[in-house]
């Protein structure tokens, strides 16, 4: 196996020429699926409904179908029988009573005329993995240059417990009702291709749990958060407006204009609002699910200060659409890139991680901070070991009640200007404030007149007080605010980074930027 996978990594470098490749270089055209608009003739189930699938334990389990309307169809599994009627449209749909963690188990689904068995069905909790690239990236070398130490990732990825869901990249322009794609069973070939951080994170969540774990793959790299979320909610956003404006101005000149014949169909795109929401998404509504991991934000970087409020609804979208509730929400904070800047200066990368740091308002959401395991040459990290597990933490401790875990590192709640000084409070200061290898760095102090300079900073128990001789009245305070603040280092005793912040809401250099650009 690891001959193998050696020489797989080998021929990659050898086509590609790089470890690191632009995904818009190497990523397939999107491809359409039409929903078929006449009633079924045969019984059928969604893909997500197949051999070696996980169903979510402890909680209702919904589950549908499609058959010629009006047959009777009768489901059973363990000592649950349901019996349901097709409508006239051929949907039809029930709800199982919940059932412990266990397994394996077979569900046959019948009508008069025809049946169906789907074997090997584990009862766990089923974790629906999504964003861009950064979720994409795969475990060892493929689109993305792998992670680090991938081949002891693979040496023990045979994990019968965990089972695999990986969506085929798709685009569309109304919601899609199923999906091309299979229940996999985790072995270190299908972990190959599979997403690094959604592997990672169910593997330490079956070691700690000892519950089968269902990990259902749908990310695309470079999207932005619009192509995930509904078309109707985007159009209940103010600031969403010009992103729907300007695409549908982008599609209608493609229509109609002869010389854009040969170049792609913008209302085809990857990019386009609600196109990976209505392919990638709602055919697994309403799959019950245990919660969501999400790790996304590079693409709406150049809009940061829209990130606001268009994260949060994506957020509020998804739970409406699968009725289930405030569901576990769990998110990645973009990670530091680029080269690191010698004076204070602004960012948009640092708007767009402060947007994601207002986003943990939102109820049963927590932010898995990444600003210290970032490459300043590489977008997407190697180190998914480390994003799983501070995900994990998130889990462990709020959904699963392991109260002896602390999940986030420091986030600023407060400050208190103190003559020349400024005092900072933070929340997850456990095991108190740690300065790792030295002072505290990349910490900028400015007066009313906004201009920002470097300053020194010492921990006062639970507080950080920041003051500067070039500023003798202070007003605002910035931690590791930059595209790449490499060195920040502050961290509670639990080894956990605090995410970057400022004090002041002065207007950002993303601010008012609402249209996206169409490519």
Known sequence: MKTKILLLAFAWIVITGTVVISWRATRPAPETMATPATPPTALKLPAVFGHHMVLQRDRPVRVWGWAPPGQRVELRIASQSRYVQADDGGDWST?????????????????????????????GDVWLCSGQSNMEMTVAPDYYPGVNDYEQVLAGANQPDIRLFKLRNRTSSRPETDVQAAWQLCSPERVLQFSAVAYCFGKQLNEELDVPIGLISTSWGGTPCEAWTCRAALESLPSARNILTTWDQAVSRHKHDAQQSERRDPADSQRRPANLFNAMIRPLIPYT????????????????????????????????????????FYFVQIANYTRPTAQPAPSAMAELREAQLMAVKVPNTAMAVSIDIGESDNIHPRNKQEVARRLALCALANEYGQTNINHS???????????????????????????????????????????????????????????????????????????????????NGQGLPASPFRTDRWPGITAGKTIPSVN
């Open 95 to 123: 709800t199982l009573d919940p059932m412990p963690a266990g397994g394996p188990f077979t569900m046959d689904v019948s009508t008069e005329a025809s049946s169906i068995s789907v074997n090997d069905i584990l009862v």
């Open 289 to 328: 699910l245990r919660g969501v991991i999400w790790y996304q934000g590079e693409q709406n970087v150049s809009r940061a200060e829209q990130y606001q409020t268009l994260f949060p609804l994506m957020i509020r979208d998804w739970r409406e659409h699968w009725g289930q509730g405030d569901f576990p």
């Open 409 to 491: 590192g420091p986030l600023y709640q407060r400050m208190a200007i103190e003559s020349n000084r400024i005092r900072l409070y933070f929340d997850h200061t456990d095991g108190g404030l740690v300065a790792q290898g030295g002072p505290l760095q990349r910490i900028q102090i400015a007066g009313a007149d906004r201009q920002f300079v470097w300053a020194k900073a010492m921990i006062d128990g639970d507080t950080v007080v920041v003051f500067s001789e070039q500023v003798p009245a202070p007003r605002a305070v910035r931690y590791a605010w930059a595209d790449n603040p490499q060195g920040c280092n502050l961290y």
